[in-house]
């Protein structure tokens, strides 16, 4: 399901990653695209999507650099 939902935001040009705990990252040429997999119930799987735009990207790296300097060093 993650596979399909990749190919429908166009995500099928650039490399995927497996980045862990469950989430897939793919790339449409100008967002990244988060992707989870979660059971709804036995017949029915629900895939959960986040698109990250260039400015929210650069907050995200803002943020975990904040985290390193204060919590993971």
Known sequence: MIEQA???RG???FPKSYLGDGVYAG???YQ???FTE???DVAQRIVHEIA???A???SLK????LLKRRHLT
């Open 6 to 8: 990749m190919t429908a």
């Open 11 to 13: 995500c099928n040009s």
């Open 27 to 29: 790339f449409d040429g």
């Open 32 to 34: 990244i695209w988060l």
């Open 38 to 40: 979660r059971e709804q």
């Open 52 to 54: 990250l735009e260039p």
């Open 56 to 58: 929210c990207i650069s």
């Open 62 to 65: 803002e943020y975990i650099d």
